[in-house]
């Protein structure tokens, strides 16, 4: 009997120790599992872990890339950034911390004028690869390929607009005169005008942006990019949430060379408030403090330069950034009826 009972306490601890091992080997498959997705995510090959990340297309779909699209034709500010050490196309948008990011860029390729005053958006002076120095043939692969992030960071219109309306109009009154308004006057428009009236935000939006409406400066996101090529780009963010945004983008493309990320590279630390100084380099992370040659304030202005009639026509005039499926604006409202004004975010 007791012969009986010892066989039948071994039996069960075996039997308890198979399921139990079972178990905890199927507990173990689960990470795998999701680190392979995660993984796949986070180098731009799929969607879900974040909201930035769209997926992608049927690759049957795809469309064929022509050497007259607008992504392709060599123009600045419409043709992307090409980096590829880490698989990464990138759409440099005008005020929407462009400068910032092609700084950045500069400095991950090695490039020492990242920090100076120069020209920075001269190919010759940040030396780096662009979709357009590529054949169309290896264009098409780095447009639809799974294995490459095609990212842009947007931002809402009406800051937007306001921010280069200040800095272009503004700050730089004296370039603005000599630079846009003969432009303004060959398609048009009144020279004396456009001198005397380019510092009044109503005539800036009812004048340059409508008359000289492909200024990169001013020009409406969406049209910068065909829009048979907007569903492959694969990682949308929003300047409202740009810190944040920048580093969790940063730690997921990492180099095809040794593994590390661009945010563990140089995005971490490293950065001050004035990027052209390169003898005061600071220790904070990538966009935590913005530059401050950019720092135009014009979220906390636009009431001040905004009025009710002029937000519709921003609201009218940038429909296609505001009413489109990639961009996901936070709102911005600055008056409900023409005499409550209201802001909400």
């Known amino acids: 009997m007791a012969d009986g009972k010892h066989v039948f306490a071994v039996v069960l601890y075996i039997f308890a120790t198979l ?8 507990k173990q498959e689960v990470p795998i599992i999701i680190q392979d997705d995660l993984e796949d995510v986070l180098s731009g090959r799929g969607s879900g872990a974040h909201g930035n990340f769209h997926a992608l297309p049927d690759i049957d779909d795809q469309p064929t890339l022509d050497k007259n699209d607008i992504i392709y034709k060599f123009s600045r500010n419409t043709v992307p950034v090409v980096i590829e050490e880490y698989k990464l196309v990138f759409f440099l948008v005008a005020k929407a911390a462009s400068s910032e990011w092609l700084r950045f860029l500069m400095r991950l390729q090695g490039n020492e004028k990242w ?10 002076t940040n030396n780096l690869k662009y979709l357009s120095d590529y054949s169309l043939e290896e264009a098409q692969e780095l447009m639809t390929s799974s294995k490459w992030t095609r990212a842009i960071f947007v931002r809402n219109p009406k800051p937007r607009i306001l921010s280069a309306f200040l800095d272009k109009a503004v700050s730089h009154s004296a370039k603005f005169r000599q630079k846009i308004c003969p432009i303004f006057a060959s398609s048009g428009g ?13 005539f800036f939006l009812y004048n340059i942006t409508t008359n000289l409406g492909q200024n990169v400066h001013w020009r409406s996101i969406y049209s910068r990019v065909d829009e048979k090529w907007w569903p492959w780009i694969n990682y949308v963010a929003n300047m409202e949430d740009l810190s944040m945004d920048a580093e969790h983008f940063l730690k ?22 004035n990027e052209r100084d390169c003898n005061s380099l600071g220790n904070s992370p990538f966009l935590a403090k913005k530059d401050s040659r950019h720092k135009t304030n014009a979220k906390d202005n636009m009431r001040q330069y905004y009025t009710a009639k002029l937000e519709k026509f921003v609201e009218a005039h940038y429909a296609d950034d505001f009413n489109n499926p990639y961009f996901k604006f936070n709102e911005v409202k600055l008056f409900e009826g023409e005499e409550n004004e209201k802001f909400s975010r």
Not at 19 to 26: D, G
Not at 115 to 124: D, N
Not at 252 to 257: A, E, G, M
């Open 115 to 124: 920090c100076s005053k120069g020209p920075i958006h001269e190919r010759s």
């Open 19 to 26: 399921i139990f091992t079972i178990k905890y080997e199927k």
């Open 190 to 202: 009144d020279y004396d005008v456009c001198i005397e009236k380019h510092k009044d935000f109503d």
């Open 252 to 273: 997921t493309i990492k180099s095809n060379v040794d593994g590390v990320s661009a945010w563990e590279r140089i995005g971490k630390t490293g950065w001050s408030d």
